[in-house]
């Protein structure tokens, strides 16, 4: 136990350990001190300035990086206080393009928020905005300097939390910008779209790179055919984005809502989440059984994936040749869809709603065209969907609950937390299990694998059909910083059988393209909200998903068959530290 | 040993290596060989003489002549007259006013004793003249313990510009257990009008490592670092030699004097940033970092450099600290007031006669040391206003002209002592085209770390550029003060902090000037 | 190709500035590279991004190719106040560049530069490791011809 430190805040006594800062010590007196760049998830940058605080007996200091002392005695409200805030906002707003009503972050944009709560007015201090290029060279991710307040979250989040290290500062003093290196744009940066800084940016500067106008385009046209998947973490967040219970999970209003707004089929990436399950988990049989390449690593997320090829390429070769379930998707619609339905694959239009940036750069990547055509045309985050649905003019909240088309619409438990950290490992092993023990796992809630720690790790026992046993040492990282840790410790040689990664901390509700500001704590209750439709499914695992196993029986013939090879699954790169460019192939598709 | 008839010290720093010392110099040599004087003539590259303006100057001892404005025309008259017939040039010789200057200027130093008198790219000359005297006091007599008390009992303050006190720094961290413990030397002097470190170092760099080794001794660093600007060239190339040199005589390295304590000193450059000034943004340099200063706490005293205690002082304080070790704190109280002992070394430019620096005792008149030691006010012009403690100082004007230079008269004035430079300006000064040089300054060097800092000092550079072309409006003023008043109280480091000062001071007292350009 | 400048560093981050300095000091067009910066990273073990942020925060560092002779004129208020402004007025004449700009034939590049603590000789500019003080446009005029006429 840390030492204890009494003070007050605003009269109010509180008692905090020893070491915390100003700012969260208010917090427990119920003083929200206002701030452009602290946020709770990171390390204070302390670049704003707006946090000072009056304390008695001494200057003023920052709330965010202060530590508390014993008897402090803290004011977060004075006419001081007051106008010394108003005078920073406003030369914040002075180097600030303000464009609020078309910004992607207005109603949520901190600074908007800020300047209205002080109640700034037009000011007279001269504009000091010298207008910069917007960097569109990313597929996935746009940044506009011009919006930029510098407030460090974003560094933070990429160089720390993610250890990706595609942004930087260039310059010094007002010049100072946050860009790539020698401002190459993020396209040709480490940047593995993950979008965690456009998640924890205040203010709209970083942001995805849209595709609404395209599928708003797609649906107005009437000879496009026009389909929709949506990931499991997307049905997590909607409820909280339009006044619902945020515990609810939307997706019968989720089908609606895309129904209503023209897409021709409405399906779900779930489905190929099964079967992914299918795909990987036969996969990971092979590879134990057989004495091949261990550990293996899952493959769902292309943030990771764009990671190992630059920083890990060394484990190529563990990580399953699986593409992720978008993709799979986006194959199986241009082909097995189009077969059965009959309908001219160049005439359908692919959209996938997904809580992720990086998709949209996954799915222009040069490999992922195995059905002829690119597989996925459109990403839209669930940030881009919040927006059309809005646009649409559905009341979200009272429409009635649907149902997703059959053929490639049905799902199982197991696919609904892929969503969260862990879920993958937890699907995996219920079908793994089955297939070697050739029965289902007594309870199916695998706990270890579920919960926000960086790494969780387990050592499993299944039984083998012949009475064998099969010892198993899985691990879970969620985070790129943690998958980091977890991969350094595979490249020493540490024995691990399965191993789930994660881009983004708490999976995939905890994505780059999930409403702006997602805390740690927003992300562990949408995860908790899978868990829970788990919980409730009445089918658990991804092999008694009987639209995959019907897509097996009609179409793909075997897991892991020579047909899923040549549409399921895809190979690796390695790619530069410095501009992310494709250096070599590292594996090689069957 | 041998023995010279006459030695000639030749200043050779950045100012006399501008005027073509170097040129001069090997023309004297050259000379001097001709006529067969090399074995009875010693020539002596030394630092500074303390004068400035006056071109190459070299001193001959032991008849104290002084030659100013040296051209390579003079050299051979020099040789023949002095030198071979014992006639000293008067007419190059430095004249009276600059004599008195010069003389005077000597009188009471303390950190540049030596400066101009040695040749610094020789060890033996510090030795001579008492150099490492204090070390071996330190370490052989001394406890860690005494000499911190020492020191804190000398009154000696950081002469950065903060004027925290010394003696009570090194007390925070003397008694931390650590594996390894740092001590560094701010050499980083980027103060605009402040050159005094850079003369310390040139003039007697063995001084500045003495201060380090009884510093480090005191509060149990065994590694001490000189972050120095890559500026300062000259000042590199002398540290090098003393340090390499220092090792040769078992001053520094392992097992010192076999006292069982161990040394070692390196050199960290800079890459031209004045904010790395700062002691978290030096330090975050040094590690190989941007310049953007850290949080504190934790104090760097308690966990710097590569999170090890590390103590961070400027140049000139340490070179006070041999002679404290010497003279006891007694004799160091002795000079200046109570509470900012010690003497000052002040630099003085702009629109005087003779800019250049001094060491006086704390507590100095400005007036007097514009007058005394700057020379006065430039010939048949009057003192407008004096810009005080560097840029991010305080324009007084000539109702102030008799505060005292220390800490406390200054603080009276809403002023700092900064770091010791005074620019002066008389009656054809702007003071708005001088607060906008200013501001310009710190626009330009702010670090961009924090947002108050880096846009409060964009929309200073605005304001006072409009209002330097006149198109000023009168709530520019306003907006000025409520910019800089917001970035006092915000601005993440001293920097941002700092430029209240100039810019109230510059309102307050020179309103005229900005009224003029306002319609 | 640096190897012969990092044989004498330690492969340690806080040797990053001494190997920028000198890969700059060496390089005839007194610049650091893109290409530099990957070395230096490959050899220190550190992000390109980090040396990119270090090298652009740094005023003594160039990411762009400059002259053969680098003048750095201060512009500090004691040079100021002894006619900096003046003597910028002048270089850009004689050398038709603005501050910040390489001449066309390549032979020098025109910086301003915080105070290089010569004020005693207002005011002050460098030509490369060189220091010039007491600057009048007459003397400017036979400065910049001694280095445009071949003798430096």
Redesign the interface.
């Known amino acids: 136990m840390s030492k204890m430190i009494n003070l007050t805040v605003d009269g109010i006594e509180v008692q905090v350990p020893e070491g915390t800062a100003i700012i969260s010590a208010a917090k427990k007196a119920g003083k929200n001190i206002p701030t452009l760049c602290y946020h709770p998830d990171l390390p204070a940058t302390a670049n704003c300035g707006v946090c000072v605080v009056e304390i008695e007996k001494s200057p003023l200091k920052r709330a965010c990086c202060t530590p508390v002392w014993e008897g402090m005695n803290v004011t977060t409200n004075s006419h001081k206080l007051r106008e010394l805030r108003k005078t920073l906002v406003e030369l914040t707003l002075s180097n600030h393009d303000v464009v609020c009503p078309t910004c992607v972050q207005n109603g949520k944009c901190e600074l908007q928020d800020l300047a209205y709560h002080l109640g700034i007015q037009a000011s007279d201090l001269p504009s000091l905005l010298e207008k910069k290029p917007i960097d569109y060279s990313s597929p996935s991710i746009v940044r506009d300097p011009n919006k930029c307040i510098n407030c460090g979250r974003c560094i933070t989040v990429c160089a720390q939390t993610q250890t990706v290290f595609a942004l930087t500062l260039d310059g010094r003093g007002f010049e100072t910008m946050v860009t790539t290196s020698f401002d190459r744009g993020m396209a040709n940066s480490p940047c593995v779209n993950c979008g965690q800084c456009t998640v924890y940016c205040p203010v709209g500067a970083l942001r995805e790179q849209t595709h609404i106008d395209s599928v708003w385009d797609a649906l107005l046209d009437p000879d496009k055919y026009v389909i929709v998947q949506e990931a499991p973490a997307v049905r997590a967040t909607l409820g909280e984005e339009f006044g619902m219970n945020p515990e609810e999970v939307t997706v019968g209003k989720m089908y609606a809502a895309l129904r209503s707004m023209g897409f021709d089929r409405v399906f779900d990436t779930n489905f190929t989440a099964d079967l992914t399950i299918m795909e990987e988990g036969m996969e990971l049989i092979n590879r134990v059984v057989t004495g091949g390449k261990l550990p293996v690593i899952t493959s769902c997320s292309p943030g990771w994936i764009k990671f190992m090829e630059t920083y890990f390429p060394c484990v190529a070769e563990n990580v399953s040749t699986c593409k992720s379930p978008q993709q799979m998707f986006g194959t199986m619609i241009k082909t097995y869809f189009a077969e059965k339905e009959g309908i001219d694959p160049s005439k359908i239009v692919s959209v996938s709603i997904m809580p992720c940036t990086a998709k949209k750069f996954e799915a222009q990547r040069p490999e992922m065209r195995d059905s002829g055509f690119q597989d996925v045309d459109y990403v839209l985050t669930t940030r881009e969907l919040i927006r059309m649905i809005e646009e649409a003019g559905l009341d979200f909240k009272n429409l009635p609950d649907e149902k997703a088309d059959n053929l490639m619409g049905e799902y199982t438990g197991a696919a609904t937390i892929f969503g969260a950290t862990g879920g993958v490992m937890e699907a995996a092993v219920r079908t793994a299990y089955f297939v070697l023990a050739g029965k289902e796992m007594a309870d199916l809630n695998l706990t270890p694998f579920r919960g926000m720690a960086g790494i969780k790790e387990a050592n499993l026992v299944v039984p083998l059909k012949d009475g064998g046993e099969l010892p198993l040492h899985v691990a879970v990282a969620h985070g790129l910083g943690n998958a980091r840790k977890l991969m350094e410790r595979v490249v020493a040689g540490e024995v691990f059988h399965f191993i789930e990664i994660m881009a983004c901390p708490g999976g995939c509700v905890g994505g780059g393209g999930q409403p702006f500001g997602s805390s740690i704590a927003d992300r562990a209750r949408r995860g908790q909200s899978l868990y829970k439709e788990d919980a409730a499914a009445v089918k658990r695992t991804s092999h008694s998903n009987s639209e995959v196993m019907k897509a097996y029986a009609d179409f793909l013939g075997e897991p892991n068959s020579h047909k899923a090879h040549q549409l399921l699954h895809t190979n690796y790169f390695e790619r530069s530290k410095v501009t992310g460019d494709c250096v070599k192939a590292v594996t090689h598709k069957h | 040993m041998k023995f010279y008839r006459s030695h000639i010290l030749i200043g050779i720093d950045d100012s006399s290596l501008a005027a073509g010392v170097k040129e001069i110099e090997a023309l004297l040599r050259s000379e001097l060989q001709k006529n067969n004087l090399s074995d009875e003539i010693n020539i002596l590259e030394t630092g500074t003489l303390g004068l400035f303006g006056t071109g190459v100057s070299m001193t001959v001892f032991p008849e104290q002549v002084t030659y100013v404005n040296l051209t390579a025309a003079d050299v051979p008259e020099i040789v023949s007259e002095h030198f071979l017939k014992g006639r000293p040039v008067t007419r190059l010789a430095l004249k009276a006013p600059l004599k008195k200057h010069y003389d005077y200027n000597y009188k009471n130093r303390i950190v540049l004793a030596n400066s101009g008198k040695i040749n610094p790219e020789d060890i033996k000359d510090y030795l001579a003249a008492g150099g490492y005297e204090a070390w071996e006091k330190a370490l052989l007599i001394m406890q860690p313990g005494e000499v911190v008390d020492e020191v804190k009992a000398s009154g000696l303050r950081g002469r950065g510009g903060a004027g925290f006190p010394t003696g009570l720094k090194w007390s925070f961290t003397a008694p931390i257990k650590a594996e390894q413990k740092l001590f560094v030397i701010n050499a980083d002097e980027g103060e605009p009008g402040t050159f005094k470190d850079r003369l310390i170092m040139e003039g007697d760099p063995h001084k500045l490592l003495e201060g380090i080794m009884i510093g480090s001794y005191a509060v149990g660093a065994t590694k001490a670092y000189i972050y120095i600007r890559g500026e300062y060239k000259l000042c590199i190339h002398r540290l090098e030699i003393a340090i390499k040199d220092a090792y040769e005589y078992g001053l520094l390295g392992n097992n010192i004097f076999d006292s069982g304590f161990d040394l070692d000193i390196y050199i960290k450059i800079g890459a031209g940033a004045y904010v790395c000034g700062e002691e978290t943004a030096l330090i975050e340099s040094m590690e190989g970092n941007r310049g953007n200063p850290r949080s504190k706490p934790p104090f760097p005293g308690v966990q710097g450099a590569w999170q090890l205690p590390t103590v961070v002082n400027n140049v000139e304080t340490i070179a006070n600290v041999p002679a404290i070790i010497t003279n006891g704190s007694e004799w160091y109280k002795g000079y200046g007031p109570d509470g900012c002992s010690g003497t000052k070394v002040f630099t003085i430019m702009g629109d005087v006669n003779l800019p250049g620096l001094c060491e006086v005792d704390m507590g100095t008149s400005l007036r007097t040391i514009i007058d005394e030691f700057g020379g006065g006010v430039k010939e048949g012009h009057q003192f407008k206003a004096a810009l005080v403690g560097g840029a991010a100082g305080v324009f007084l004007p000539i109702e102030r002209l008799d505060v005292n230079m220390d800490y406390n008269s200054l603080r009276n004035y809403a002023a700092v002592l900064g770091s010791g430079a005074i620019l002066v300006m008389d009656e054809r000064a702007d003071i708005v085209d001088m607060l906008y040089s200013v501001i310009r300054f710190f626009r330009h060097e702010s670090c961009g770390k924090c947002s108050p800092c880096a846009n409060g000092n964009e929309m200073l550079y605005k304001l006072i550029s409009k209002i330097r072309k006149g198109k000023g409006a009168p709530e520019d003023l306003y907006n000025m003060d409520k910019v800089a008043e917001a970035m006092f109280h915000s601005s993440f480091c001293a920097l941002g902090q700092s430029l209240v000062m100039p810019i109230r001071s510059a309102i307050e007292h020179f309103k005229a000037d900005f009224l003029k350009r306002i319609n | 190709m640096y190897e012969e400048i990092f044989k004498k560093y330690t492969p340690?981050?806080?040797?990053?500035?001494?190997i920028?300095?000198e890969i700059q000091d060496t390089h005839p067009q007194q610049y650091i590279s893109?290409e530099a910066?990957?070395w230096v990273?490959e050899y220190l073990q550190?992000?390109?991004?980090?040396?990119?942020?270090?090298l652009?925060?740094?005023?003594?560092?160039s990411?762009k190719p400059r002259g053969k002779n680098i003048i750095r004129l201060c512009?500090?208020?004691?040079c100021?106040?002894?006619g900096s402004e003046k003597m910028l007025k002048r270089l850009a004449q004689l050398l038709k560049v603005k501050a910040g700009e390489t001449t066309s034939d390549g032979l020098f590049t025109l910086e301003l530069?915080?105070?290089?603590?010569?004020?005693?000789?207002?005011p002050?500019m460098?030509i490369n490791?060189?220091?010039?003080?007491?600057l009048t446009e007459e003397k400017l005029d036979k400065i910049i011809a001694s280095y445009t006429g071949g003798e430096k």
């Not at chain 3, 340690?12 to 001494?18: M, R, S, V």
């Not at chain 3, 652009?56 to 560092?61: D, H, K, R, S, V």
């Not at chain 3, 512009?75 to 004691?78: R, Y």
């Open positions: 340690e981050k806080e040797n990053l500035i001494y920028l300095h893109e910066v990957e990273a550190i992000e390109p991004s980090h040396i990119f942020g270090v652009t925060f740094y005023t003594m560092f990411t512009e500090s208020p004691p100021f106040l002894r530069c915080a105070c290089l603590g010569v004020c005693g000789n207002a002050v460098m490791e060189d220091v010039y003080g007491d």
